[in-house]
């Protein structure tokens, strides 16, 4: 970064220095760039002594100061260097990478633009720019940086890949290819001038993995039989030869040459028979080679029975080929109805139930998305168990087969597993009880299998005793304190359980090392789905600060996963892996629709609106600190009394610190013996560990909802909570057309969802409202009334639509959709500040009148619980409606059963 100084002028505000003065700014350049700091800031003050008004020198010592976390001096250094020279491109650029430090990437950008301006062909700000750009998608940006590099630059590998490779981001996959094949044609010129092998020059891999992309690129263009015929004659150069495999299997597939498409997929499935898209690829030839209609998406309920019946013979066939694949028989199971499911599954399950698979369950789990087959693979395992609970423990015959039993007892644990596989079985399909009535039958039978206990912890919490499950949970740990998974789920339960605490301290177990710990290593082991069970067990417990500390540290962990690609723009242009490169561009293109990214910006979202509903007192008191609060409520001379109660303990905190300063500076030899290492600055979790700054720093806690709320529009669209969020923003605004839009959307997304009730139900009482409307512009009233016809469907009113919802026949349960009536109408009552009784007794018939039987989730009436305020219950109407719970679900500690308390004895 040496500046373009020349000799001649000796003002000290000018740019150009003495050529002693530009030697020690080429060796404080120097300094800077092998890090060492101070000397740097000793070499620039020898300048600056002489020259103080030297921009270049400012903004270089500046830039050293950030390095060494003193961030507001150096940008006042920079700035000042800036202001003395504006013409410098070192300034400029200096200026950038403090920007870029602190990870603002278009201002770094705007700097290095206006870098450019002075000096256009400098190709270290034109590398930096490019990587900025990438980083920011600024795609066409980047396709011009990278074409001015490779203009300056035509000679170097980097600058050809990087421009192939910005043609290929921004979509232009002919330029990109073009640009390769120009590249390959420069190479091939320079060998034969030079008489030596193109291969000889390059790393085998990096040619390759070029050739790859290539045909990553061409096949990406649907140019199918270029790629066939790149790949026939390059594939000698090609290391890695599953990918060509894959790619030839495929592109045979799309050029419709079937024969040679099922041989190569086959090929394919002798090296891996579990996977899936090989799979799917090979029944879809064998469809087309007989003529038969080919499936777009894997979905047997969608086909019609010749299709089903045909895919089922290959999959036969297949098992019969590659006996010991698990893939084959469960995808014939998924093309086989009632009678023949049984079979195929009384075949599948007896060997791994032998065998003692726990994971049994998870491989046919996606079978309970089909009730018959659920209620089939439950009348199975029932079977068995009363097979094998008799003398002679065997299992019964087998329902594909004439004999009448089988001859040897099964081994004990055997029964185990059975019993294991149906103590989940039943908790999937909503009979609690029997899941633990079966969970105590297999602890009995072996008290030392954990997995039986984990089964029982999982259904007591479903039937809400989180409580209950804790304490399960933590039996099931003690018996293997050394197992990370145990300590894990065992924290997972005590945190929805709300005992944040117990959490804390049995995950700290496995979080020691040194001087790190407990919460603050979690935070730098990305451990977000704490974070998260933690934001939202604060946020049930109104402890509003600890909860926006937690929800902060997920979103800041996917700024820094976005911030982790930035080392990769530069190392896989050199290293070559372009491929991975592109995908992994991909990826991040998309990584904050990650579900946990999107459950923290919810959490964020409902805790700022739930701030935002409270009195401009309760919001004040938010922003002060224990101590201020204790001064705030406390009288004169109460006030004087804690001043000077404080004063004395400070007074004490220094003596007693000065002590330990004092005894550690008379044992720093032994300490300078022992210690490992530089003492670390305290973590971001440490700082403020209870959000209280974190909160008090924000101004307006409406606008920071809706900043969250902006966020889900962007990366969950089609989520019905985004949409239920996105509503209450803008009613919160008075945007009526964008509330409009949420519940149009909501109606598409899930008709017969709570929320989407709630939402119709709230703007059918704004459409009622003449005094709202008629303060609306009139294009605005003309969009809704064309609109409140597609309303009128659900009914006339708002209640109307609420009680039409309540009685309707649909993909729901009638009790579900009674107590989303109940909440709906509720929420309505308290919009309206409405007194009429009837409208209330019939909110709480809704909330209270379901049938027990019914399978409904403990969920959505904890919900009711938690939330008790945002829907205006009383609290008689409160705890009728706990009654009406405790009938369900007798044990819920939500509704005043289950254990009152977690033992951890």
């Known amino acids: 970064m040496a500046s373009k100084s020349s000799k001649g002028s000796t ?106 301006r002075i000096d256009k062909d400098n190709i270290q700000i034109l590398r930096d720019l490019a990587l900025l750009q990438i980083q920011n998608r600024d795609l066409d940006g980047f396709e011009s940086t990278r074409r001015t590099l490779l203009t300056l630059k035509p000679n170097q590998k980097n600058n050809w890949i990087g421009f192939a490779v910005a043609n290929h981001v921004n979509g232009n996959l002919n330029a990109a290819l073009n640009v390769l094949e120009t590249y390959e044609g420069t190479l091939n010129e320079s060998t034969t001038a030079n008489g030596k092998d193109s291969e000889n020059q390059e790393e085998r891999y990096e040619v390759s993995e070029l050739e790859m992309y290539k045909v990553m690129i061409m096949y990406e263009n649907g140019d199918y039989e270029k790629v066939y015929e790149y790949l026939l004659k390059n594939e000698s150069k090609m290391v890695d030869k599953l990918a060509v495999a894959e790619m030839k299997a495929k592109v045979l597939f799309n050029l419709e040459k079937i024969e040679d498409s099922i041989r190569a997929f086959d090929d394919l499935l002798k090296i891996n028979s579990e996977n899936r898209e090989y799979l799917s690829y090979y029944l879809k030839c064998s469809l087309r080679m007989n003529e038969m209609e080919c499936f777009e998406t894997w979905n047997p309920d969608l086909m019609v029975q010749e299709l089903r019946d045909y895919c089922l013979s290959v999959c036969d066939d297949l098992a019969i080929k590659y006996p010991d694949s698990m893939s084959f028989p469960r995808a014939a199971m998924e093309f086989s109805r009632e009678d023949a499911f049984l079979k195929r599954a009384d075949v599948f399950v007896r060997p791994l139930l032998r065998k003692a698979v726990p994971s049994l369950f998870s491989i046919l789990k996606h079978f309970y998305s089909d009730p018959a087959k659920a209620r089939i693979l439950g009348n199975l395992m029932e079977s068995f168990r009363k097979s094998l609970n008799q003398d002679s423990p065997q299992f019964p015959p087998l329902t594909s087969s004439e004999n009448t039993s089988e001859s040897n007892p099964e081994q004990p644990h055997v029964l185990l597993w059975v019993l294991y596989y149906l103590v989940l079985h039943y908790d999937e399909v909503g009979e609690y009880e029997k899941a633990i009535e079966i969970a105590d039958l297999g602890i009995s039978h072996t008290d030392s299998c954990i997995d039986i206990y984990l089964a029982k912890a999982k259904a007591m919490k479903h039937k809400g005793d989180r409580r209950g499950a804790v304490e399960i949970m933590n039996h099931a740990r003690k018996l293997d304190l050394s197992d990370r998974y145990l300590n894990h789920k065992c924290s997972k339960y005590a945190m929805q359980a709300d005992r944040v605490d117990l959490a804390e301290e049995w995950i700290s177990l496995f979080t020691r090392d040194g001087e790190f710990g407990g919460i603050q290593a979690l935070y730098d082991m990305q451990c977000m789905w704490y974070e998260l069970e933690a934001g939202d067990a604060f946020l049930r417990l109104n402890e509003f600060s600890k909860a926006l500390k937690r929800y902060i540290a997920v979103n800041r962990h996917f700024d820094d996963i976005l911030e982790d690609q930035f080392d990769f723009h530069t190392y896989c242009l050199r290293k070559v892996t372009l491929r991975s490169y592109i995908n992994t561009i991909r990826m991040e293109n998309h990584v904050k629709e990650q579900r946990y990214y999107i459950r923290s910006v919810k959490g964020l979202a409902r805790l700022f609106f739930r701030i935002s509903n409270e009195t401009e007192e309760q919001q004040m008191m938010r922003r002060m600190t224990v101590d201020e609060l204790e001064l705030e409520k406390a009288t004169p001379a109460e006030r004087k009394k804690i001043l000077a109660k404080r004063k004395k303990a400070q007074l004490k905190k220094d003596a007693a610190a000065e002590s330990v300063k004092l005894k550690a500076e008379k044992d720093e030899s032994v300490t300078k013996k022992t210690q490992k290492g530089p003492a670390r600055p305290p973590g971001w979790m440490e700082i403020d560990p209870d959000g209280i700054e974190l909160l008090r720093n924000v101004s307006d806690y409406q606008e920071e909802a809706f900043k969250y709320v902006d966020e889900l529009r962007k990366w969950a669209p089609n989520d019905i909570d985004t949409q239920s969020l996105v509503f209450e923003a803008a009613f919160r605004k008075q945007k009526y057309l964008v509330a409009l839009k949420s519940v149009l959307k909501a109606i598409k997304i899930a008709p017969n969802h709570a929320k989407t009730v709630d939402m119709v139900a709230l703007f059918f009482d704004f459409l009622e409202n003449d005094s709202l409307r008629k303060n609306l512009p009139a294009a605005v009233d003309t969009v809704l009334k064309s609109e409140e016809i597609a309303l009128r469907e659900r009914g006339n009113s708002a209640v109307d639509s609420i009680t039409y919802y309540a009685r309707r026949t649909g993909d729901v349960s009638s009790s579900y959709r009674q107590v989303s009536a109940g909440k709906a109408l509720f929420r309505l009552i308290k919009s309206r500040n409405d007194s009429n009784a009837f409208l209330r007794q019939q909110a709480l018939d809704f909330l209270c009148e379901w049938d027990t039987k019914a399978s409904l989730d403990v969920r959505e009436l904890e919900e009711v619980i938690f939330c008790a305020d945002e829907y205006g219950l009383s609290s008689s109407e409160l705890d009728t409606f706990r009654e009406a719970c405790k009938k369900k679900y007798p044990d819920g500690n939500a509704f005043g059963g289950g254990a009152l308390t977690i033992s951890t004895e």
């Open 11 to 116: 003002s000290s505000s000018s740019s150009i220095l003495p050529s002693k003065e530009q030697s020690l700014f080429r060796n404080l350049v120097q300094l800077y760039e092998t890090k060492q700091y101070k000397k740097s800031i000793k070499v620039a003050d020898q300048i600056l002594r002489k020259y103080p008004n030297h921009g270049e020198t400012l903004a270089m010592k500046g830039l050293v100061l950030s390095c060494i976390d003193r961030k507001s001096e150096a940008y006042e250094l920079v700035r000042l260097g800036l202001r003395s020279d504006l013409r410098s491109h070192v300034c400029w650029h200096v200026y950038g990478l403090l920007y870029r430090a602190d990870r603002d990437y278009k201002e770094a950008s705007k700097a290095y633009l206006q870098a450019l």
